[in-house]
């Protein structure tokens, strides 16, 4: 089992900047590729950016050149660095893995609502 905790949203302007977290329990977190979702109001949950053990990174061009994700293996944590954020970047944005292969599953914290407005 793999729980997942974020944290790091809130309201912020236009052009502003946050840095999602989400902690994972668990053992193995160091090998297996994490994901950052987001879900805006009447919209379908869209990818935002993943990365894998290598790591690797790869982003939705909705946040290509102001998004970086990247991962503290001792921490068990990844995160979500939002820069020159746009209003339609608000969302409630979540952490996604499939986690170990001894405890594959299709793992969701609960989310964190980003905001932004002027």
């Known amino acids: 089992q793999v729980q997942l905790v974020e944290s790091g949203g809130g309201l912020v302007q236009p052009g502003g900047s946050l840095r999602l977290s989400c902690a994972a329990s668990?053992?193995?977190?160091?090998?297996?590729?994490m994901n950052w979702y987001r879900q805006a109001p009447g919209k379908q949950r869209e990818l935002v950016a993943t990365i894998t053990s290598a790591p690797r990174t790869n982003y939705a061009d909705s946040g290509k050149g102001r998004f970086t994700i990247s991962r503290d293996n001792a921490k068990n944590t990844v995160y979500l660095q939002m820069n020159s954020l746009k209003l339609e970047d608000t969302a409630v944005y979540y952490c996604?893995?499939?986690?170990?292969?001894?405890?594959?599953?299709?793992?969701w914290g609960q989310g964190t609502q980003v905001t932004v407005s002027s």
């Open positions: 668990g053992s193995g977190f160091s090998i297996y590729a």
């Open positions: 996604n893995t499939l986690g170990p292969s001894w405890a594959r599953g299709d793992y």
